[in-house]
């Protein structure tokens, strides 16, 4: 083998959770010659410099893409095609170009018209994540044992497809292949929806007025303090996955609230054993889950005790 | 102070994870002269005694509360008035008589008829929980910084709530009085509707047709995994509450119902300002609950990174 890098030059397109993330995990693992990281914030820009991320750190797309090998877009799911259309220029001759967005079908639709012929465009997402943003809120352990889904194009070069393996994999990811359309129906059932539900629980919550926000915050250990995590992930990027993913959510949000219907009616009319049954058959996933390391087994999720 | 014990005897009724970790926590700190624990399984009485949680370890609930100062019921809502029933006629004169259970207006509605004339009926409910049960899952420390909530029937004594008081906070617990019906709401929204919630989106998840179970599992690092800790609860437990809090369950999963099609119906029209706003409010409650100590506020829950 070979130890020369996988990619002479790696050029990160936003520097938020997941861009500054692999910023860092691109100074862990030596897969990049070089690595340019750009943010249209001159603000996101200042604090990238400062916390040293990468060797080039810029407002400009056009310099950071310049000669990269890999460019990885990694802005919120709105914004890839103003993306693709203003790199396209600038990009190198047989270049990959990819992002991280968690929506496939729509990144491919808004990406693809600008993609010009001689660049290998390879769209992927790393399924990982957590509640903060911005290029303080990336570490390089956070893609550790996730799985990234990886989504070529029909005809997409193998070698291309392969390079890009190498990358999420030796950044500690688990890698598989999914068509775009199947991949935004499974992560609307394991993230979207979950995220949805999150959200508008915690809303309820707050316009309740027969208990106070007060009450909320103070007995949020009973259970509601798990969704708050989610529901305090960043707004921007969560709208745009509801917008551009608006056929498999509403897809799955109606199943999700036929069955809750059921439920209530279970509730209405004391029929015990139909929610005991439910109650038992969902214990069996969260110990499949933890099976898999894609959770702790630890109680309340090994959160600190006092 | 006198250094003698808050209570001569402690019975506690009822070895899953409340009853198991207030026995943990009367071994760190000496609120009793002696401690008898009871449960009706002699499974869950041989693992009690192996682990060493009390004096005394019966099946026999009668002499478990024979001259016990203070008896804790710790078992399902649902068999609250059995257990009553069982005790009443040995419980000693004066004792005071609590429980822990999630929903109040049926605990008080259920045990009351049962209680002597001599002692004094205190329910209360610690608001403290992790998704494991059992003798094994309780730890002395699950009490601590959480809430527990004392619902003293009008013209209970102050003395024996003050008592009461005194034990919680010596646990580890903050207390606050409140009325069963307004407690039955507000734990409605904070924990009730959340758990439901929890146990229908795993549900309708491994319902989906076009989705495999493996798929939800290996990526339910995106938000789902959260969900399925809660709905890893005790199903015992959980059906009761369900069917012992039906009217607030109710009215707040109506609410709840509302909220959520009205954010199907901004996602079908495109209206992104609408769930912006929504998702940026939730942000704030989230740093309320980190703020007071009742959530981490370590990414993830603090989850170990590997």
Redesign the interface.
């Known amino acids: 083998m070979s130890d020369a890098p996988l990619f002479g030059k790696v050029a990160l397109i936003g520097i938020g959770l997941i861009g500054s993330s692999i910023a860092r995990g691109l100074k862990a693992v030596p897969l990049a010659g070089a690595v340019a990281l750009a943010d249209r914030s001159d603000e996101v820009v200042a604090r990238a410099r400062a916390l040293d991320l990468a060797d080039v750190v810029t407002t400009d797309l056009a310099a950071a893409v310049a000669d990269a090998d890999l460019v990885v877009v990694c802005v919120p799911v709105g914004a890839c095609g103003a993306v693709a259309e203003a790199i396209a220029p600038h990009l190198k001759r047989g270049a990959i170009v990819s992002d991280v967005g968690?929506v496939k079908g729509s990144v491919v639709a808004q990406m693809t018209p600008f993609m010009p012929g001689h660049v290998h465009f390879v769209p992927a997402h790393p399924?990982?994540?957590?509640?903060?943003s911005g290029p303080d809120?990336g570490?390089a352990?956070l893609f550790?044992?996730?799985?990234c889904?990886i989504t070529p194009p029909p005809g997409a070069a193998p070698e291309a497809v392969a390079r890009l393996t190498r990358f999420w994999q030796a950044l500690?990811s688990k890698t598989?292949v999914m068509a775009p359309d199947?991949h935004d129906?499974?992560?609307a059932?394991?993230?979207?929806?979950?995220?949805?539900?999150?959200?508008?629980?915690?809303?309820?919550?707050?316009?309740?007025e027969?208990?106070t926000?007060s009450?909320?915050?103070?007995?949020?250990?009973?259970?509601?303090?798990?969704?708050?995590?989610?529901?305090?992930?960043d707004?921007?990027m969560?709208?745009?996955v509801?917008?551009h993913n608006?056929d498999a959510?509403?897809e799955?949000?109606g199943?999700?609230?036929e069955?809750?219907?059921a439920?209530?009616r279970n509730?209405?009319w004391?029929q015990?054993d139909q929610?005991?049954d439910?109650?038992?058959?969902?214990?069996a996933?969260?110990?499949?889950?933890i099976d898999?390391h894609?959770?702790?087994a630890?109680?309340?999720?090994?959160?600190?005790?006092?």
């Open positions: 968690s399924v990982a994540g957590t509640e903060h809120a570490f352990e550790h044992e996730r799985w889904i500690g598989e199947h129906l499974v992560l059932i394991t993230s979207h929806v979950p995220h949805l539900i999150a959200y508008n629980i915690v809303g309820t919550a707050s316009d309740l027969q208990v926000e009450e909320v915050i103070k007995f949020s250990a009973g259970g509601f303090r798990d969704f708050t995590r989610i529901a305090a992930s707004p921007t969560w709208r745009d509801f917008l608006k959510v509403l799955v949000l199943r999700f609230t069955d809750l219907i439920l209530q509730i209405r004391g015990g929610l005991f439910l109650f038992t058959r969902t214990r996933i969260r110990r499949s889950i898999q894609q959770d702790t630890d109680p309340d999720f090994g959160r600190a005790r006092k």
